[in-house]
């Protein structure tokens, strides 16, 4: 079993960082801020789980901005947990999040972004 680990991206407000900590901390979930320059690595890899590598793809290449929230090794017990700690604590949603899955777990943050944003801009047509 995967161990409960959340991977952030570009959360820039201090304050905002520090909310979203508050609500997870308690819910005994690693948190991993993923910078700009680990963006072209798999998730698999920034996660820390075996038989994955760092890229050397260049990571200029593999930029964006969104607020982006990826989560391993959750129930859905533990995803309605974070939610509910968003709301309680009043803290706007990450539009884009995502479930690590055997499949995406390949897939550089780059990649999973990009399906996010597809699916996030078809969601709110």
């Not at 900590?21 to 698999?44: C, D, N």
């Not at 890229?55 to 974070?82: K, L, R, W």
């Amino acid at each position: 079993m995967m161990k409960k680990q959340i991977l952030l991206y570009n959360i820039k407000n201090r304050k905002r960082a520090m909310d979203i900590r508050r609500v997870l901390m308690p819910l005994k979930i690693r948190i991993k801020t993923i910078s700009p320059e680990e963006f072209a690595h798999p998730i698999g890899y920034l996660l820390g789980l075996d038989g994955y590598e760092a890229s050397d793809a260049p990571a200029d290449a593999c930029f964006f901005e969104d607020e982006m929230m990826v989560m391993a090794g959750f129930t859905s017990y533990d995803i309605d947990q974070v939610i509910h700690g968003f709301h309680k604590r009043r803290i706007q949603g990450i539009p884009l999040k995502a479930v690590v899955t055997p499949h995406n777990q390949e897939w550089t943050s780059y990649k999973l972004y990009g399906d996010l944003k597809k699916e996030h801009e078809k969601m709110t047509k």
